[in-house]
């Protein structure tokens, strides 16, 4: 879970961001993909999706409640400043997983050679 505070002027505000699915998928030396969960105050529960890759951006997801009204988060909620921090916050989660957008591993990191080996007398018989 990832607390975030996207609070606008000085009232304070605390938010949310329960990952509940990672999808990303390898394109060469860069990992793109979407990283879905939900986005909660204690009061509304939304969903979020953050994007990975060239284009990074993120979003909250419509639901509506049982009278067709949209449900939102309180007005003191920044929804752009929360959109940013979602994804700042995602891609420091995650680029040990893989190679995220931008973000360039080392070259040698899928390489086995570079890679320390147990003794052959340190195993198990």
Not at 42 to 53: D, S
Not at 82 to 105: F, S, T
Request: aromatic share 6%; with cysteine; glycine share 8%.
């Amino acid at each position: 879970m990832i607390w975030l505070s996207p609070a606008s002027g000085t009232e304070e505000c605390n938010i949310y961001f329960e990952i509940r699915d990672i999808d990303l998928q390898h394109h060469g030396d860069i990992t793109s993909g979407v990283v879905r969960g939900l986005l909660g105050d204690g009061l509304c529960e939304l969903v979020g999706e953050v994007f990975l890759g060239t284009e990074e951006s993120a979003q909250i997801l419509p639901i509506w409640d049982e009278s067709g009204i949209v449900e939102s988060f309180p007005a003191v909620v920044d929804e752009s400043l929360l959109l940013q921090q979602m994804v700042a916050e995602v891609k420091i989660l995650l680029p040990k997983l893989d190679n995220i957008g931008n973000y360039h591993r080392s070259p040698d990191w899928h390489n086995p050679d570079t890679v320390g080996s147990c003794r052959a007398d340190n195993l198990a018989a």
